[in-house]
């Protein structure tokens, strides 16, 4: 284990409601990572529980006096603040980010109006509220367009537009998923990722990870079910354009107010080499494809000792005096 992060003892956690499930479109995926995480914490003597909100009323989390919840959730209802105002009135500590940060980070559009206001890089973009819109987004951004909703993860809804002629279909698949759309300049480079451990300055990043999927095409088969995308640790870059980049996203996690863990997604221009970063991910995934153990592993923090690090960061925005 890595000596930097310190493990919890069993008498502080009590009982633990792991959140897992839900009602949003990543309910398969939140299932995968929450039992992932209820095994690892059970290995560890830890008086955990599955707790599956879409399933159960959130009133039993009070009535079955659970102490802390660790929220595997992923996407609307579980990661956007909804489950966490929820738990901060109820005086449930819970791992991850509060309620402010959560509900910014999951709105892909206010998260890059913060990070441009703040001088930090992040491609070009444009709302857009019609097919017509998207095709004017289009003229201006140029091809490869990426247009996704707002308010998803895990690509879902999220399109490449590399013609006029698709901007149609792309904005009603990504549409249908939200009523927020969001139009992108496509960075052509490397695709990175790098998680983040801790709250405020004693945040820190976890190695960075390379990814290189099949044609380019990390989507939601690539990153839960496919066997053929490479994850790179080390991810083979620069020593100086890594700690950059690290420094970057510590700025990025900061930035929104995120707190216990995260993970955000980045991708360098092929030609300038200038980082972009895409979004930040409040409660990344814990299924066996996913990169904050891999990183983590890395780094000499076994999967159980991560889950067991990351339920003793539990917090609440308003602890009671």
Known sequence: MNTAFSLPSLLELGKVAVLMGGASSEREVSLMSGRGVLDALRSRGVDAHAFDPSAQALSELKTG???RAFIA????YGEDGTIQGALELMGIPYTGSGVMASSVALDKLMTKRIWSAAGLPTPEWVQVRSAAETEAAFAR???PMIVKPSREGSTLGLSKVKQLADCASAYAQAAHMDELVLCERCVIGDEVTQPILGSGTSAQVLPLIRVVAPEGNYDYHNKYFGNDTQYLIPCGLDAAEEAAIGDLVLRAYQCLGARGWGRIDVMIDEQSRQPYLLELNTSPGMTSH????????HAGLAYPDLCLWLLGQARLDYPSA
């Open 73 to 76: 959730l992923h996407g609307r």
């Open 65 to 67: 006096q659970y102490a």
């Open 290 to 297: 996913s990169l904050v153990p891999m990183s983590a592993a």
């Open 141 to 143: 951004l140029g091809a």
